[in-house]
């Protein structure tokens, strides 16, 4: 059986192993590392299998600011499964359990960069996203799910990733 739970010091190394393994190589880890070291954390969720660790999930700041109001929202990254542990329903459970948690704590918007065939399970969409000045290249990817219903809505801004993500201001 799948449990979360919010993810602790401890759990580091057991962190680094899944997102070692579900990413193959050390780049998600490495961020991980860098935005706890920033203090730019917002929630950070581990999923176990007993008593191990199998997955986890991260949200750093993510201001959307325009000249008028800023949008308080949340990038979303990583998301990773251990492969041994995938399709059983633990990355959908941390999506599902962490976006309330997220509204409860005043964030209006999350932001992800991924698979829209995924993510549009949880209600992202590539059109919440569209007014939204971004780093990446154009296309279905970068998507947006408000929090605070109508929050994005003729929000014209630009997204500043934390540091730790070394993208273009
Ligand atoms: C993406 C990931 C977190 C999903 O975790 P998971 O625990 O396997 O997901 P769930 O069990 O909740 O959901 C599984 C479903 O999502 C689908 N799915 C998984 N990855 C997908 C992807 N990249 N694109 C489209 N669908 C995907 C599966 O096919 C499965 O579909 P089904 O329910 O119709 O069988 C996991 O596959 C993973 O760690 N992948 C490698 C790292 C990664 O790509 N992270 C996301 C970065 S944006």
Known sequence: MISLRPAVQADSAAIHDVLIQAFNG???AALVDALRAAGDVLLELAAESGDRVIGHILYSPLPLVSPSRTVRAAAL???AVHPNFQRRGAGGALIHMSLPMLAHSGVEAVVVLGEPAYYSRFGFSPEAAAHL???FPPGPHFMALELSPGCLDEFHGEVRYAAAFGLPA
């Open 26 to 28: 050390p780049d998600e």
């Open 133 to 135: 000045r971004h780093p």
């Open 77 to 79: 990254a990583p998301l």
